[in-house]
């Protein structure tokens, strides 16, 4: 079956430029996860969404980064007035659900952002 | 805020040898997950620990989470090139069920 999915692999945008980030992920996965990796390092943590509830905005660094989550589904991350310590690879995952227990994150392959 | 810290940053070594990987916290997790991330590529789940003083083994690898649920271990047995990787610990925080992730240990294995 089909994983999760990311758009676009490769992004390169000018400081100030928005930007839209795209995650689809596995059918039938009710959580969704954004992160951020800056080169070789871990991930941070951005928001998340577990099917109707309020999703939790938590690691968002800023105003400007805002992210939403269609009809369960697909995700979009948006980064308006981009700045160059924005640069980064966002990660995108999604889990059967959540729990105390933990369940398998799957992730997509990234999107590697560069401001200029 | 939870932090998770991993030790060694950096670790090169020669096939055959023996390593552990530390991830350290503060905090108590209600689980916590070890994954390898290759280059280009999204993590993949190795294993998810959920009781204190659990020990698991996938193969070469051996998986530990400490009694007090705030710290674990990555052991690796006779090292290969293919564990070559950047592995990351993640702690499943208690009440909000998000995920936070670990500093990362990268990891190369010399043939």
């Known amino acids: 079956g089909a994983g999760v999915s990311q758009s676009p692999s490769n992004k390169v945008t000018e400081k100030g430029k928005d930007v839209e980030l795209r995650c689809d992920p596995i059918?039938?996965?009710?959580?969704l996860y954004w992160y951020r990796q800056s080169l070789g390092q871990g991930l941070e943590f951005l928001i998340y969404?577990?099917?109707?509830?309020?999703?939790?905005k938590s690691g968002l660094p800023s105003d400007r980064f805002s992210a939403e989550r269609t009809g369960g589904s697909v995700s979009t991350l948006t980064i308006q007035r981009t700045q160059q310590e924005d640069s980064a690879v966002y990660l995108c995952a999604s889990s059967l659900g959540f729990g105390p227990s933990g369940y398998e994150q799957y992730f997509g392959p990234g999107t590697r952002l560069t401001v200029t | 805020t939870q932090l998770l810290e991993q030790s060694p940053q950096f670790l090169s070594i020669q096939e055959g040898e023996n390593l552990t990987v530390y991830c350290n916290s503060s905090s108590v997790f209600s689980s916590l997950q070890w994954y390898r991330q290759e280059p280009g590529e999204g993590p993949v789940l190795l294993v998810t620990v959920v009781t204190g003083g659990e020990v698991k083994k996938l193969k070469r690898l051996t998986f530990q989470f400490g009694d007090a649920r705030k710290d674990s271990s990555l052991h690796i047995t006779a090292a290969q090139p293919g564990d070559t990787g950047l592995y990351l610990c993640?702690?499943?925080?208690?009440?909000?069920?998000?995920?936070?992730f670990g500093t990362g240990t990268r990891l190369k294995v010399l043939a």
């Open positions: 993640a702690g499943v925080s208690s009440g909000t069920y998000k995920y936070i």
């Open positions: 059918s039938g996965h009710t959580a």
């Open positions: 969404f577990q099917g109707n509830s309020a999703p939790d």
